[in-house]
């Protein structure tokens, strides 16, 4: 049994430790193993860790729970990916708040180069599923990863079209991925393990409890490069999946609705405040997300690196580095830069006429280094 994984596992099952105090002691330790064998009160000195938490770990009681996951998931055929991994999926890894454990049952590549998250009510209607059927079928040809989160209404026509389409897709759920919820999708849910699957942070056997939701949205946000809103109430998990999404800084779309319709208000509120921009057709979401164009080939003018200052110069090695063409998501991993400091700098290397923004949050290296 790998110990560090092993380690890794057990700070999962330490109460109190969440994802961003997780990601606290691995970076002041070095590692999850180093941290159990850390004293304790050197423990307490790391922001956020009081004397209860520090017990817990020295006590390492919570290997014994980790082990016992371990056997389950392997009676399960259930894969663990920490955020430590190189397969760690490379959307999530410029999100502060991204889960540090993904429980996978299925056949999943989360790292395909077009991810589209469809979300809306419980209560979806005949426009619903028409919106999803010509939005999941245009985009066919573009073979995207189809993300939803398996409830009722909207999400599950927009997995069962994926299939229809042969499309991949994933449900990401707020219980334990042997948990199906609602059990009424089990057979939608097994069909999609053959490509695509089922994806979840929470331990194997936990129950869909309500608080789990609005965390999982935020997976649905981050795993999207485009997040599609096609019917949603005054309220409801679509709406916080689509602000979430913005504070992301992901295209958020919506088809608009009939004015005075309850399943409309949502998605016409967010297309009235700019929070989504409105689409009719698979047709509009290919043309604003730049999808419907060949990828932009190397620049070939010359740059000068010297002229720019260092934050600056990062970031145009790295798009020269990465054949000059990056989504905002990408360019932050790889440059090691919050998505809040790029945008700004970005900004400035677009008005020097080094950088050009395109359709999708892409940016484009106008001219190459010397």
């Known amino acids: 049994m790998d110990q560090s994984r092993l380690s890794l596992l057990a700070l999962h099952f330490i109460p109190g430790l969440g994802d961003y105090l997780i990601r606290q002691l691995v970076g002041y330790c070095g590692s999850a193993e180093t941290v159990f064998q850390t004293p304790k009160g050197k423990l307490q000195k790391i922001p956020g860790i009081g004397r209860k938490t520090a017990t817990l770990i020295q006590t390492g009681s919570a290997f014994a729970r980790a082990e016992e996951e371990l056997r389950k998931c392997e009676r399960n055929n259930v894969t663990l990916v920490f955020f430590t991994d190189a397969n760690y999926p490379r959307r999530l890894r410029s999100i502060d708040d991204a889960p540090t454990l993904l429980y996978l049952k299925g056949n999943i590549n989360l790292d395909v180069s077009k991810t589209v998250g469809i979300v809306g009510t419980r209560r979806s209607t005949n426009y619903g599923r028409h919106c999803i059927e010509e939005l999941v079928n245009g985009l066919k040809p573009l073979k995207p990863l189809i993300v939803s989160g398996l409830a009722y209404g909207i999400d599950i026509l927009a997995h069962r079209q994926a299939l229809e389409c042969e499309l991949p897709t994933v449900g990401i759920l707020g219980s334990g991925v042997d948990v199906i919820y609602p059990s009424a999708h089990r057979e939608v849910a097994a069909r999609m393990e053959a490509d695509g699957g089922l994806i979840s942070e929470q331990p194997l056997g936990t129950k869909p409890d309500a608080h789990n939701f609005p965390a999982r949205n935020r997976i649905i946000a981050g795993l999207s490069d485009a997040l599609v809103v096609v019917e949603a109430g005054e309220t409801g998990g679509a709406l916080i999946t689509a602000d979430i999404a913005n504070s992301y800084n992901k295209d958020v779309f919506a088809f608009p609705g009939n004015i005075g319709q309850s399943y409309s208000y949502g998605c016409n509120q967010l297309i009235k405040t700019n929070k989504a ?72 290397l677009e008005f020097r006429g080094v950088v050009q923004s395109l359709p999708g949050k892409l940016f484009r290296l106008v001219r190459a280094r010397k």
């Open 277 to 348: 921009s409105l689409i009719t057709s698979s047709a509009d979401l290919e043309y604003m997300m730049n999808w419907h164009q060949e990828p932009a080939q190397p620049p070939q003018p010359s740059l000068n690196l010297d002229e720019f200052e260092e934050p600056e110069r990062k970031v145009l090695l790295t798009l020269h580095e990465n054949g000059g063409t990056l989504v905002i998501d990408e360019l932050s991993w790889k440059s090691n830069l919050p998505v809040p400091q790029l945008a700004s700098i970005l900004l400035t």
